[in-house]
């Protein structure tokens, strides 16, 4: 994998500005990766700290975002990948609108996202075939065009996410259901997201212990409130 996207075309995203002490922050992975295990940990943390902390999902999250999630997650025939994109920009589009950007002029607030721009970088982007450019010039006007501060890629091979969800048995969804190369290119398009926004993106190794990867990811959080 290489970054031959130009800068001019990375620059497109941006994160909100910074003026009242609070922060975007989103979680990837591919299922078993622990996001939600984490999430809860930090806001915990976050909230011990004073902060605000507001739990979002993608897609979803808003009224409107959580009939495109039943009908998307939902779905029994296959969806164009272009379709896709489309959904979740949608949805995307709601949620900053309705709730991100809103919260984010309260002082101390931070918002934590399950899921965000990344995740269609590699479900539309790499696994749908769509290219990374592709997604970006859909994001490409506000309030699309903002991303996290800072996003937290907790990594896991295929292995241990099959291991996981056997353990989970619970009953898939449309994206879960997909075979093996599915997710081989979702991992593809979540490590190339995290090659292309460096500064952005901290990939987390999900492989170890609970403990370990929580306190990793705190030791991270607490630059970034330090700034």
């Known amino acids: 994998m290489t970054n031959d996207i130009p800068n001019s075309t990375k620059q497109l995203l941006r994160p909100p500005k910074n003026t009242s002490n609070s922060w975007f922050i989103s979680f990837e992975g591919i299922e078993g990766a622990g996001k939600s295990t984490h999430i809860q940990r930090v806001a915990s943390f976050l909230q011990n700290r004073g902060f605000d902390v507001i739990l979002l999902r993608e897609p979803g999250s808003t009224r409107f975002g959580e009939k495109l999630r039943t009908a998307i997650l939902g779905a029994q ?7 896709e994109a489309y959904l979740f920009a949608a949805s995307r589009a709601q949620l900053l609108q309705e ?4 919260k984010l002029e309260q ?5 934590i996202c399950d899921r965000f721009i990344d995740s269609s970088f590699a479900y539309q982007g790499i696994a749908g075939g769509l290219g990374i450019e592709t997604i970006i010039d859909i994001h490409k006007h506000y309030p699309l065009c903002i991303v996290p501060h800072k996003t937290f890629y907790i990594r896991i091979d295929i ?4 291991q996981r969800q ?11 259901s997909q075979g ?3 997710y081989t290119k979702l991992i593809e398009g979540l490590d190339l997201a995290s090659q292309l926004f460096t500064e952005r993106i901290v990939t987390i190794d999900g492989q170890k212990s609970i403990d370990d990867v929580y306190q990793n990811i705190q030791n991270h959080l607490e630059k970034l409130l330090a700034k």
């Not at 025939?77 to 379709?83: D, E, Q």
């Not at 709730?99 to 809103?102: A, N, S, V």
């Not at 002082?107 to 918002?111: A, F, K, P, S, W």
Request: hydrophobic share 35%.
């Open 107 to 111: 002082n101390n607030t931070v918002v």
């Open 77 to 83: 025939t296959k969806l164009h990948p272009i379709a």
């Open 159 to 162: 292995e241990t996410s099959l």
């Open 166 to 176: 056997i353990k989970r048995n619970m009953s898939k969804d449309y994206f879960e």
């Open 180 to 182: 093996r190369d599915y």
């Open 99 to 102: 709730i991100i950007l809103g």
